[in-house]
Every structure is written in C-alpha cells, then in structure tokens.
C-alpha cells in the first residue's frame, strides 16, 4: 500500500523530485524532511560523513614530501568547516554560539560563502592527486620514486573522495537554491 505525500508539508518541487524516488525514500523524506532547514541538515551531515572519509584516506599520504601534512591539515579544515556551518544554522536549538550568531540572512550567507571556500579546497586537494596518482614510472626522481612506489591506491582514494566533496557541495548547491527559489 503506497504512503501517499502530505502536499502541505512539503513544496511542490520538493514533492516532484520525491516522485521520482523509491517509495522507501519518499516515506522517509515525508516524515523527516518537511523543512528546508531539515533538508539542508540532512545534506551537511553527509557532507560531514564524506570529509571524515577524506580525512582517514588522507592519513595514508601524511607522510609525504610536500602535499602529505597539507592534504592531512586540508581534510582537518573541511571537517571543521562542516561542523562550523552546522552549529551556525542551528545555533538556535543548541545554543553552542552566541546570540549574534543566529542564523540571520548575514549568518547565512557566511556560512554558504565558507562553503564555497571548502568546495573550492576539496577541488584543489582533487586536481593535485588526480595529477599525482597518475604515477608515470619513465621518471627516474627519487622523490617520484618515493611518492608511486606503494601509494597509489592512497592517491586515488585521496583524489576520489576530494572530488566526491567538490561534486556533492556544487550539486547542493544547486538543490538548495532550487529549494529556496521554490520557497520565496
């Protein structure tokens, strides 16, 4: 028996994008995601589960010359990030920041704008190991050496989870200013 969605709970293209989806997936937004707040809560919670993965990966590669302790210091930063933004939009519920922290239209837009730097982080930390990763052995450096001789996986999955970050922000991005558009 199909749950049907509450149309006045939810938009309207909120409710065209959840017909789309499985029925499991529609039953869980319509109960949980009624809001453009809980929405964007769910969208940074796995944004966090993704830079705690790039933060892991990036322990593989710490050790190395030049990029290691930048790409470990790097993954620190888009995590601290996440929780930062969080804490910002929901600083009314759990009072960790002060009163000038409400979540105000500059409050906002702060935390959009740190977002976009942690986008544009996570596209760096991807276009330098997606260089790196390539591992071409005609070169003879032994610091090249030292860099492909058993970390190429490390480099992939490092390049891998930075452009999953880089893609999933540009792609909410889109999500929440459609969510918004509809909303105003």
Known sequence: ??????QYLLPHRIQEMLSCCPQSVATYATF?????SKIINHLLILLLALNV????TSWNVSLLPNVGFSTVSAAFFLC???VCVWAMLNNHRISA??????????????????SIGGAVLSFVVSST????SKCNHSESDPVYEYVCGGRRGSLAAVW?????IFWYVRWSFTVRTSLIGTCS
């Open 160 to 164: 891998f989870w930075s452009g999953l």
């Open 129 to 132: 190991f997606g260089n790196i």
């Open 80 to 82: 601290f990030q996440t």
């Open 1 to 6: 028996m199909p749950i049907q969605i509450q």
């Open 53 to 56: 993965l790039l933060f892991l």
């Open 32 to 36: 949980h995601l009624d809001s453009i």
């Open 97 to 114: 920041l002060p009163s000038s922290m409400d979540s105000s239209e500059f409050i906002i837009g702060v935390a959009l704008g740190i």
